[in-house]
T-cell receptor
């Protein structure tokens, strides 16, 4: 079975603080993909990153960074020096290849509020 | 390039009425998905399709049916709408290119209210 857990329902920080969003996943597939999406108040879903199960390198893109740890089945997302425009709901997602048959499942989402 | 288009964007139904939501993608993607989004529940997978003529159940399939007669279209049907089906519905599509899963592309969503 595939499952994604985002234990943090809501996070509120002051602008310029760093914030980490947690994502823990479960899958029986040996090959799988992890994703992060952003949903701003306007409602659309914006793709942020994809990571495959064979690539455990951390990735940095501007103020965003992702930490993939297969040993703990986690794929955490950190925003450095947060800005008000980062306020959104963030979703972590998982798709498998064999048993997962391309089923794409999402976590419950974390609502991030950046206060000025 | 339109991407993923959902029709309609808003709809109000009376309990017991039926309707079909249409999702169309122009990216030649093999995989298509229907999700519902409710407050605090994230995106829950209703049904999905891995190719033309094939469909499979997701996490919350009860009360919904789907069809994928053409590769570019994925229809979600509600045969007898219930207030519990009030939600925002998202369609998405994705692919597998060079043995790599691509990211999913989403439509703008359909806000459905059942009264």
């Amino acid at each position: 079975a595939q499952k994604v857990t985002q234990a943090q329902t809501e996070i509120s920080v002051v602008e310029k603080e760093d914030v980490t969003l947690d994502c823990v996943y479960e899958t029986r597939d040996t090959t799988y993909y992890l994703f992060w999406y952003k949903q701003p108040p306007s409602g659309e879903l914006v793709f942020l990153i994809r990571r495959n199960s064979f690539d455990e390198q951390n990735e940095i893109s501007g103020r965003y960074s992702w930490n993939f740890q297969k040993s703990t089945s986690s794929f955490n997302f950190t925003i450095t020096a947060s800005q008000v425009v980062d306020s959104a709901v963030y979703f972590c997602a998982l798709s498998g290849v064999i048993q997962g048959a391309q089923k794409l499942v999402f976590g419950q989402g974390t609502r991030l509020t950046i206060n000025p | 390039n339109a991407g993923v288009t959902q029709t309609p964007k808003f709809r109000v139904l009376k309990t017991g009425q039926s309707m079909t939501l249409l999702c169309a993608q122009d990216m030649n993607h093999e995989y298509m998905y229907w999700y519902r989004q409710d407050p605090g529940m994230g995106l829950r997978l209703i049904h999905y399709s891995v190719g033309e003529g094939t469909t499979a159940k997701g996490e919350v399939p009860d009360g919904y049916n789907v069809s994928r007669l053409k590769k570019q279209n994925f229809l979600l049907g509600l045969e007898s709408a219930a207030p519990s089906q009030t939600s925002v519905y998202f369609c998405a599509s994705s692919s597998r290119r060079n043995r790599v899963n691509t990211e999913a592309f989403f439509g703008q969503g359909t806000r459905l209210t059942v009264v």
